[in-house]
Nanobody
Framework: QVQAVESGGGLVQAGGSLRLSCTVS????????IGWFRQAPGKEREGVAC????????TYADFVEGRFAISKHNANNTVYLQMNNLKPEDTAMYYC??????????????????WGQGTQVTVSS
């Protein structure tokens, strides 16, 4: 069974940084694209960033505005999301999951059974 596990969230002040980690079990990690998604209270889940299976093609949602960086490390089966200059509107539960596509299509929320519990990011003003 494919299962994603996220970690690294927390409470930070506006302008601060966090690094989220994602591991996925139950598949050959090196062969899959991975996406990061987030969901704020009362809002729909949305794509944040995605990366291709080889870790060389990164795609970001427009609201990222150069503040985040996604990276994929197949040697340790981990995808990171480095988030800098965080804003209060970044407050959300963050999830990672394998996605079928990379590029902008990879930012579409997939219909997946591999969603994990997520990791909470809270940014105070």
């Amino acid at each position: 069974q494919v299962q994603a596990v996220e970690s690294g969230g927390g409470l930070v002040q506006a302008g601060g940084s966090l690094r989220l980690s994602c591991t996925v079990s139950g598949l050959v990690f090196a062969n899959v694209n991975i996406g990061w998604f987030r969901q704020a209270p009362g809002k729909e889940r949305e794509g944040v960033a995605c990366i291709d299976w080889g870790g060389s093609i990164e795609t970001y949602a427009d609201f990222v505005e150069g503040r985040f960086a996604i990276s994929k490390h197949n040697a340790n089966n981990t995808v990171y999301l480095q988030m800098n200059n965080l804003k209060p509107e970044d407050t959300a539960m963050y999830y990672c999951v394998p996605v079928a596509f990379f590029g902008t299509r990879g930012l579409r929320v997939p219909d997946s059974n591999a969603w994990g519990q997520g990791t909470q990011v809270t940014v105070s003003s």
